[in-house]
């Protein structure tokens, strides 16, 4: 079995500052990792995916995040925020082994201030 | 096209209706899924159709019904929902089971 912790629920930061998002995860087995972001009143789009190779995962919109298998995490950071990336942030797991289960985190809203 | 459709975006019923849900994908993926979603909640996996046949079905009741009529479209069948039952739904495919899901806008589903 899996899981996915978000260490913040919320996180306000301003316009053009930097952000991180954190996610750790648990599985007694490889994993892939993932990053969906979802805005007000829609579905969920996917930001980056880990599968193999590179720790360091470009995606989406400027976001990218690291691969740490000893600290098991996976946190999405963007080195300059914008208005419109508010929104709500959704780790998400599913280890090599499971045709089906993707295992998300509870979210985090990033809330981007003028 | 690379994108997963859901009709409608809104949908209101009394307890006692019978409405469906509608998802669509022309990107030839092979397994599909429906989630619900109730606010400020992640995605939770109901039903996930692998080649045009259920495969998971996780406890949901029999009040949903889902369909796979071919390899683009999926349904979900509702009858006698309960007011706990409002909630997004939404619909992802993926080009195999097990592989990263593209997800649909959802249809935000009120029962009154």
């Known amino acids: 079995a899996q899981s996915v912790t978000q260490l913040d629920s919320q996180v306000p930061v301003f316009e053009e500052a930097p952000v991180e998002l954190r996610c750790n995860y648990s599985s007694s087995v490889s994993v892939y990792l993932f990053w969906y972001v979802q805005y007000p009143n829609q579905g969920l789009q996917l930001l980056l995916k880990?599968?193999?190779?590179?720790?360091l995962v470009k995606g989406i919109n400027g976001f990218e995040a690291e691969f740490n298998k000893s600290q098991t995490s996976f946190h999405l950071r963007k080195p300059s925020v914008h208005i419109s990336d508010t929104a709500e942030y959704f780790c998400?797991?599913?280890?090599?082994?499971?045709?089906?289960?993707?295992?998300f985190g509870k979210g985090t809203l990033l809330t981007v201030n003028p | 096209d690379t994108e997963v459709t859901q009709t409608p975006k809104h949908l209101v019923m009394g307890m006692t209706n019978k409405k469906s849900l509608k998802c669509e994908q022309h990107m030839g993926h092979r397994a599909m899924y429906w989630y619900k979603q109730k606010a400020k909640k992640p995605p939770e996996l109901m039903f996930v159709y692998s080649y045009e046949k259920l495969s998971i079905n996780e406890s949901v009741p029999s009040r949903f019904s889902p369909e796979c009529p071919n390899s683009s479209l999926l349904n979900l069948h509702l009858h006698a929902l309960q007011p706990e039952d409002s909630a997004l739904y939404l619909c992802?495919?993926?080009?195999?089971?097990?592989?990263?899901?593209?997800f649909g806008p959802g249809t935000r589903l009120t029962v009154l």
């Open positions: 992802a495919s993926s080009q195999q089971p097990g592989q990263w899901r593209f």
């Open positions: 880990y599968l193999s190779g590179s720790t």
């Open positions: 998400a797991v599913s280890d090599r082994g499971s045709n089906y289960k993707l295992t």
